[in-house]
């Protein structure tokens, strides 16, 4: 019996909370691990998966460019999205699910970067190489993660590679995040560690419904707005409010499950001598930016088509957070914005997001 399996027996109505201790029990490392049930019917959008866990913090570093975070919590099912869509099972020699959170303090922007990992034992020697999944989660928002195996307790230092920011940089962003960097985290692995993180399985009426689990921060509680971190603790991977964005809001439209927002700004810093368009796709329930997708925009003005299928830039901006952007000419009363996206977002998802974000229909919005 794994402790998942235990976990499933002692479900009751509404949740049931299992937390550490199971060695007490007789359950050893080699059968901790096994994917939790997956929902049946899920719907081709956002649901709430069978159940959901705490997690745990190693440690952070940086280098005044950019910040970086290890977490961890019990290993997880995933899907890799890559053209292709593939699950990736929990292995039972996985140790745990070890997270990246990168972020630029100076405006607590979270950063879409290139990264690779290495941990090493504290002789030096190397146990463990990757690249961490981008990947999107309904408790970690989005993040850099995946399912390790390490030999046995004990000292490690996971040197992590960050940079350069491949995305579009505008305002106090640009000429920044475009050198790679490393830095290290020093933590001391104990299983006791990954198997006293609660678990909590979702009561089975609940399961599928169209909603989510909040996002939590960091040190492992529950997250419920776009509050200032704590101290020491990366900032929650939720974008600014739409309606704190500037510029004038042309609406907001729903589409694969996903909010599309489309905003027209006019500020110099970004429109220059006509109007900027941004484009926030993000999720329905925690308000998470969606990265690494294709858009592209159409204007009709008077039944003509004065711009046909630009594309988009995914870019990160101080105000704007992560948004999709276009220079434009001068947008008038009356005219038709198409905003299609071309590409769903190439990032991994966990239980919740793995059916939602993919058969994208155009959404369109009147410039007023």
Excluded at 50 to 68: I, Q, T
Excluded at 163 to 183: D, I, Q
Excluded at 332 to 340: H, K, N, Q, Y
């Amino acid at each position: 019996m794994n402790r998942r399996a235990f976990l499933r027996g002692t479900a009751v109505a509404g949740t049931a909370a299992v937390a550490g201790c199971l060695e007490r029990l007789g359950f050893e490392e080699e059968s901790a691990w096994d994917n939790p049930p997956l929902v049946e019917d899920r719907p081709d959008a956002v649901y709430l998966p069978s159940s959901k866990e705490e997690m745990g913090h190693y440690g952070r570093a940086s280098d005044g460019e950019y910040a970086v975070e290890l977490s961890y919590t019990i290993p997880h099912r995933f899907w890799t999205v890559s053209g292709d869509t593939q699950r990736i099972d929990v292995d039972t020699d996985d140790s745990m699910h070890l997270m990246l959170t990168v972020w630029d303090e100076e405006t607590d922007t979270i950063l879409p970067v290139n990264t690779d990992l290495e941990l090493r034992r504290d002789d030096g020697s190397v146990v463990e190489r990757l690249t961490p999944w981008s990947m999107l989660s309904q408790r970690m928002g989005t993040h850099y993660g995946d399912n390790v195996t390490l030999p046995e307790e004990g000292t490690y230092t996971a040197r992590v590679r960050v940079g350069p920011v491949t995305t579009e940089r505008t305002g106090a962003f640009e000429g920044r995040f475009e050198e790679t960097s490393t830095l290290e985290v020093e933590f001391e692995f104990e299983r006791s560690d990954i198997h006293d993180l609660e678990f909590n399985m979702v009561d089975e009426e609940r399961r599928g419904a169209r909603e989510a689990h909040e996002l939590m921060d960091p040190s492992g509680h529950d997250h419920g707005g776009h509050d200032e971190h704590g101290p020491g603790h990366a900032p929650t991977s939720d974008g600014p409010p739409v309606s704190d964005l500037p510029g004038e809001r042309l609406g907001t439209e729903r589409s694969a499950d996903a909010k599309i927002t489309a905003i027209r700004a006019s500020d110099d810093r970004v429109a220059g001598d006509g109007d900027y368009l941004v484009v926030c796709p993000r999720t329905p329930y925690n308000d998470v930016s969606l990265p690494s997708a294709t858009l592209s925009a159409t204007v009709e003005r008077d039944g003509t088509t004065v711009l046909e299928g630009e594309s988009l830039a995914e870019t990160i901006d101080p105000e704007f957070g992560h948004h999709y952007g276009l220079d434009l000419e001068r947008l008038e009363s009356g005219d038709e914005l198409t905003v299609a996206v071309d590409r769903p977002p190439q990032v991994a998802r966990h239980d919740g997001y793995e059916t939602a974000f993919f058969d994208f229909d155009d959404v369109q919005y009147t410039v007023s």
